[in-house]
């Protein structure tokens, strides 16, 4: 990892759910843990989530996702993160995604998934492991 | 009694920063008073700190209104008769993402979120399927919608119409208070100044047509979610009814037609004694802002009427049954506060649509309370606890003393536009989780007594695409069976009120009636307002 840059983390809320809270909690962590974090708000498209990806040359995709969609979107979203050649991020999901669905989300691409319960130490320190090239 | 040689390590706070005392006197009550204090008075009476009626809970409980709604309107209504089969005396109906923010269900924004987290409603007819054979006069319904409030009381009230009931005697409420979902729960969809017009414009219609319906109930509550303490709660929920009732005098009323529609929802987690004195507190406040700031001469319109009862951040995914045993203290708190809905939260909230059996434990919960336990049988049973008037005196003092500092910092709606009520409460949900974590904050199944290697048995609410396709097909069919001039007409007419100044609401009504989508009326009001532009702050 090359030293001078910090790790950079799009944390993006997909879809129409609303509910921002533990998003912005987990940006707060990641910056404090020395991360370059930058947040899109809510409602996002997946257009909306690969550009700024691409924008940003973010090594971590991470998407926030409470109210059930998280496999079409991420179905969705898998399509354009090929297609931008994204595929080389880190992708994460957190949010209420319930145990039987993580397979299915491992399959499509999503390299770790969280949930509600997740912790925030838990949670930077495997960005931290799994960005150290 | 404040001991002052007592150990830094043995003081307590509540979690809105008020020491609490290992012991209360006659003399802390005293002590804590406001030099201005109105005292607690007697219930139904100014300053209404023991409740808004005289009798209470002894002439009618609270009304039970559990929250609900998922898939299309044939699905909701099928739950809603459950619901009200099994006691429930109020409905609180859960629309889906794209019917909040304003899309249809065939909109590319829609897929994969129709009918998921609430029913879906594109146009009048999903409104009168849902209503379909329900008395919706005496069975009181809320509508729990923000962004696209004005669209969906026009449906509500047209529906009601033609279903022959007098809307000038129908009673309802929709939440309609979109100030907050810039704070928290995220379904804005216009920028503020149109978003706050349009909230005026449903107080100023409600108050010259349907003067029994409360077109907006203030949420503290999601203001609390979003990280907030019960205090700030409070005090940036009246801040927000304030500019709401702001609004209205602009608009040339009277304080007193239009303030005792005004309801608020609440938020009930947290500690026992600091929820029941923040609604104590609160009440009392209330009143007095309207008497005092406002001028009004009418009692009601110095009630704080509330709903209280959910409280999702309570509740946990870890050993979802102890969820069963907070919301019973979540009801107590609701009914010694002097609610007059309660919603109460059911134990599998954490994390999926309730199930009808998660309902009915949470109705049988009140049921108990009613039937069983006395617990409507005497008004405010806590007055004259020296802990609890003394914690209402102090719970009191803190929200006018953050309602100050809303203002000395140029009021409640700048700061929510520049993003900086958003930035402090999500700061305190920073350092509630770090609490959490650090074990300073001690939650029962996740930092303390856990279960390792627990795995949670957890029964999710089935999403059903049929329902989705269902919905779309229902769309499709409605949109060509109308008069295509006719709707083009009823839109250009919504375009030219919305380009205006006048009260979109009676456009929006004839809107409706022509059997206009949710997407096509939510087009209209973009083209001319804009999108809200969120502000990047976390």
């Known amino acids: 990892m090359n030293e001078t840059r910090k790790t950079r983390v799009l944390l993006a809320k997909p879809g129409l759910d609303g509910h921002d809270v533990g998003a912005k909690v987990v940006a707060r962590a990641l910056i404090d843990a020395g991360f370059d974090v930058r947040y899109t708000g809510l409602r996002q498209s997946g257009e909306d989530i690969v550009n700024a990806a691409r924008d940003f040359n973010a090594d971590v995709i991470a998407l926030s996702i409470l109210s059930g969609s998280h496999l079409p979107i991420c179905t969705r979203l898998k399509v354009l993160i090929e297609e931008y050649q994204l595929s080389d991020r880190l992708w994460i999901a957190g949010g209420n995604i319930p145990a039987e669905d993580h397979e299915t989300l491992r399959d499509i691409g999503v390299d770790a998934i969280y949930n509600t319960s997740s912790s925030l130490s838990e949670i930077v320190a495997a960005i931290k492991e799994k960005t150290i090239e | ?538």
């Open chain 2, 1 to 538: 009694m404040s001991n002052p040689e007592k150990a830094m390590e043995d003081r307590r706070f509540n979690e809105s920063g008020i020491e609490i005392e290992p012991l209360y006197g006659p003399e802390d009550v005293v002590a804590s008073q406001a030099d201005d204090s109105d005292g607690i008075g007697d219930p139904g009476a100014f300053p209404f700190t023991r409740g808004i009626h005289r009798e209470m809970y002894r002439k009618r409980p609270w009304t039970m209104r559990q929250y609900t709604g998922f898939g299309n309107a044939e699905d909701t209504n099928e739950r809603f008769k459950y619901l009200i089969r099994t006691g429930n005396t109020g409905l609180n109906v859960a629309f889906d993402l794209p019917t909040q923010c304003g899309f249809d269900s065939d909109d590319d924004m829609a897929q994969g979120e129709v009918g998921r987290v609430g029913m879906a409603i594109d146009t009048l007819k999903d409104m009168e399927i849902a209503f379909d054979g329900i008395d919706i006069q005496n069975i009181t319904v809320s509508l729990t919608i923000n962004g696209t409030a004005a669209i969906m009381i026009a449906m509500y009230l047209v529906m009601a119409e033609k279903r022959g009931f007098d809307i000038s005697k129908l009673r309802g409420t929709c939440q309609n208070d979109i100030l907050k979902e810039f704070v928290g729960r995220g379904t804005w969809v216009y920028p503020v100044e149109p978003s706050v017009r349009l909230v005026a414009d449903t107080i100023e219609y409600c108050a010259k047509h349907t003067p029994l319906y409360s077109p907006v109930s203030v949420c503290g509550y999601h203001i609390r979610e979003s990280g907030a303490t019960p205090t700030e709660e409070m005090a940036h929920g009246f801040c927000i009814a304030k500019a709401y009732l702001d609004e209205g005098l602009k608009r040339g009323m009277d304080i007193d037609e239009f303030a005792y529609r005004m309801s608020f929802n609440f938020n009930i987690f947290g500690q026992f004694f600091e929820q029941i004195c923040k609604f104590r507190a609160g009440r009392r406040q209330w009143a007095k802002i309207l008497k005092n700031e406002y001028g009004a001469k009418n009692p009601k319109s110095m009630w704080l009427r509330m709903i209280a009862g959910g409280g999702g951040s309570g509740l946990t995914i870890e050993q979802p049954e102890n969820n069963i045993v907070r919301g019973a203290y979540y009801a107590m708190i609701s009914a010694l506060s002097g609610a007059q809905t309660i919603a109460l939260c059911c134990y599998d909230e954490a994390y999926t649509i309730p199930s009808e059996k998660a309902q009915q434990i949470s109705l049988r919960t009140m049921q108990i309370m009613i039937e069983e336990m006395g617990m409507t049988d005497t008004v405010d049973p806590l007055a004259g606890s020296y802990y609890v008037e003394t914690l209402t005196n102090q719970m009191e003092a803190e929200i006018i003393r953050i309602m100050a500092d809303v203002d000395a910092r140029g009021g409640i709606v700048k700061l929510i536009s520049e993003g900086k009520i958003q930035s402090h409460v999500s700061k305190g949900a920073y350092e509630h989780q770090k609490a959490l974590e650090s074990g300073e904050f001690r939650k029962v199944g996740v930092n303390c007594y856990e279960i390792e290697e627990e795995k949670p048995e957890v029964a999710m609410h089935p999403y059903k695409v049929e329902d989705a396709v269902k919905q779309t097909e229902r769309l499709k069919a409605v949109k060509s069976g109308r008069d295509a001039a006719e709707v083009e007409a009823v839109l250009t007419q919504l375009k030219v009120a919305a380009e205006g100044s006048e009260n979109m609401m009676p456009a929006l009504i004839e809107a409706v009636k022509a059997y206009a989508t949710v997407g096509e009326m939510n087009r209209v009001f973009t083209s001319v307002f804009g999108r809200y532009d969120e502000p990047n702050i976390f």
